[in-house]
């Protein structure tokens, strides 16, 4: 074993160096503290830099986690302004034509604010964002449910109601020789008196087809001595209608009938001049302009 010498100014000599155990032992305390020292700035060093696999899949699944959520809440966000919009359509257009007041702001929010307040204890934000803004969806889509089951409701009362609404002539303008518009005060052609004319005169051939003007029921077909043969008409929501001076009628009473359905045909039965049909429309009883319901 090679020995280590030291120079000794005093002796003007090189001494062999005597290393004695309490030497040892301090150097060696000094190099295990310094590899301990270096060991530990090693592994805090590579733990930084150099993760362990299991950390570094956790690490890749996280980030795929985050995209994914992010596509979601950007989804979410899209499925929102399509509700608002179909939100918008159905207070601004649907029930503008069916004559409903749009729904309130409250009313489609109904109390959503309250419950966010339950994502309070997640974490993320984002997390919170989308659990909060699924929840609204959620709720903003029940009530709109709700709207629209209303709407088809209402949309099926108001085409029965359209459907029954007299709309239309009941005499084929290819047969109408002349439309008499007198409505209210006239003078009779035959009594030759002024008396109420609570209707208008289509003037045609005899055997004309009359056509029904709206769905409904056949309340009365009978012979009078004024009106003729004469069909009144049931037509429900306050409107009736009648049909007057016929040559026959080919309904009797309790039939349902539709808009444009032959009923009968043009006469000159009961007091009249001459071959016409004598139309009625009452709303609530009362006798109204028919000319307020067909082109």
Avoid at 8 to 27: A, H, M, W
Avoid at 50 to 75: A, M, Y
Avoid at 139 to 159: G, H
Wanted: charged share 20%; hydrophobic share 35%; proline share 6%.
């Amino acid at each position: 074993m090679a020995l280590r010498y030291t120079y000794n100014p005093e002796t003007c000599q090189y001494e062999p160096i005597v290393v004695t155990p309490r030497l040892f032992g301090r150097r060696f305390l000094i190099f295990m503290a310094l590899s301990l020292a270096l060991g530990m700035a090693g592994l805090m060093y590579f733990n930084h830099n150099f993760p362990d696999w299991d950390e570094t899949l956790l690490r890749q699944e996280n980030k795929q986690l985050r995209t994914e959520w992010s596509i979601l809440l950007n989804q979410a966000k899209k499925t929102s302004q399509q509700l608002a919009e179909l939100e918008h359509t159905d207070d601004h257009n649907y029930r503008v034509i069916l004559d409903l007041e749009p729904l309130a702001p409250s009313m489609r929010e109904a109390g959503v604010g309250g419950r966010e307040r339950g994502f309070e204890n997640i974490p993320y934000a984002m997390i919170r964002e989308g659990y909060a803004l699924v929840d609204k969806l959620g709720n903003r889509l029940d009530i709109e449910q709700q709207s629209l089951d209303l709407l088809a409701e209402e949309l099926t009362r108001k085409e029965k109601m359209w459907a029954s609404r007299p709309a239309i002539q009941p005499i084929d303008n290819k047969q109408l020789t002349r439309l008499h518009t007198i409505f209210g005060m006239r003078m009779h052609p035959l009594l030759g008196y002024v008396r109420p004319h609570n209707g208008l005169d289509f003037t045609a051939p005899r055997g004309t087809p009359v056509y029904a003007t709206g769905d409904g029921k056949v309340q009365m077909a009978y012979h009078s001595p004024s009106y003729g043969f004469v069909i009144y008409v049931d037509h429900g929501h306050h409107f009736e209608t009648r049909y007057a001076h016929l040559a026959q009628f080919i309904v009797k009473e309790g039939d349902p009938i539709k808009r444009g359905q032959v009923i009968g045909y043009v006469g000159n039965s009961g007091t009249s001049a001459g071959p016409h049909l004598h139309y009625d429309v009452l709303y609530k009883g009362i006798p109204v302009n028919p000319i307020n319901f067909f082109q």
